[in-house]
């Protein structure tokens, strides 16, 4: 059978629309909000968990052997660790990331009280007129960076009077660029571009009037950055679990940005041998361009699930994303032919 449609504008907006959204580790509950309004237009019915993770059940042809996707809308991020004596925030890191990959980044501080209050990630001693080589010297470290917020503050006091507070949430401006020849450079396509494949996804099942072959719950981490985002919210008798997140592109890797990459090994050791063959094949049998992968220092929600307990098959897919962890960019070929090898998964007996 051939697969149905995908509408690839839809896929797009969706993935814009998401990156637009700040939602650091922790401080999700925006970008899930906003999931859930795209369920409800999809009419789907979906369900939070008390963790905060979104899960939306798609009803199968059969529920034999249920299913399920994950993908996650949690990003890198940091929170205030202190507020320092000149008025600047020390932050903490929420992720895996080195600080030269957001220094000069403009950023966004969510205050308890629900204001945001804007600024930018500096060095220290930023000013190459002032600090002369030590702009290019200085070791990145949580001690050698700070925000520098755009209000006018030169103490700790004057912040805290701006309602800034230690354990505030702060978020790295995405700066999403569509290009016309159809590359997405933003930050946090890890994992949102999988966030929308499998919407699109899903879309085009309704759009075409198909069902899944099995019950399949589409899950929404928010704990994936940390480690643990898909260790819980299945239903109990789940068979197979495909995470959905971003393929690493770089010297020596399979991956591109062009592609879908089945990802068969990483931090983790290899992921199911047989799960990965059935989506190989699936992928032959529906001509979807693919690569096959291994990450040397990647680590996933699939593997969060394993380590809870989860005693079902496990799986990797995803869309080739360079600068992984950094200014990060994908092309919508990757996008599109992750989408599709969704819908081959649902759909295939
Ligand atoms: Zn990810």
Not at 153 to 179: C, N, Q, Y
Not at 242 to 263: K, N, P, R, Y
């Amino acid at each position: 059978m051939p697969l149905p449609s995908i509408d690839e504008q839809y896929l797009l907006s969706t993935l814009v629309d998401l990156l637009n959204i700040p939602s650091p580790t922790g401080f999700a509950d925006a970008a899930i909000a906003w999931t859930e309004q795209a369920l409800d237009a999809l009419g789907l019915p979906h369900e939070r968990t008390r963790k905060g993770a979104l899960t939306a059940t798609l009803a199968g042809r059969a529920q034999d052997a249920p299913r399920a996707l994950t993908g996650h809308v949690d990003t890198l991020g940091a929170m205030v660790k202190e507020i320092k004596p000149n008025g600047r925030l020390k932050l903490t890191k929420i992720g895996g990331f080195a600080w030269n990959t957001v220094e000069g980044e403009g950023c966004r501080v969510f205050t308890r009280s629900g204001r945001t209050i804007a600024g930018s990630l500096l060095l220290t001693q930023a000013s190459g007129h002032v600090y002369g080589q030590a702009v290019n010297k200085t070791l990145r470290e949580d001690a050698t960076m700070e925000v520098r917020l755009d209000e006018r503050t030169a103490s700790a006091e004057e912040t805290r009077a701006l309602g800034i507070e230690v354990g505030d949430f702060v978020a790295f401006d995405p700066r999403v660029v569509v290009t016309e020849s159809g590359f997405i450079r933003s930050r946090h396509l890890d994992d949102k571009a999988c966030v929308a494949a499998m919407l699109a996804a899903a879309k085009a099942l309704r759009d075409a009037d198909l069902t899944p072959a099995q019950r399949t719950t589409l899950h929404f981490s928010n704990y994936e950055e940390v480690g643990h985002g898909a260790a819980a919210g299945f239903p109990p008798d789940l068979t197979e679990l495909v995470a959905v997140d971003m393929a690493a592109v770089g010297a020596g890797q399979t991956s591109d940005e062009f592609h879908v990459t089945i990802c068969v090994k990483d931090s983790g050791g290899p992921y199911h041998h047989g799960l990965s063959n059935r989506l190989r094949d699936l992928a032959d049998e529906h001509d979807i361009p693919y690569r096959v992968d291994i990450y040397p220092y990647y680590g996933s929600d699939g593997e969060a699930f394993w380590r809870a307990g989860g005693d079902v098959k496990v799986a990797l897919i995803g869309p080739g994303v360079d600068a992984s962890h950094n200014y990060e960019r994908t092309h919508m070929d990757a996008l599109m032919g992750t989408t599709r090898l969704i819908l081959a998964y649902l759909l295939a007996d």
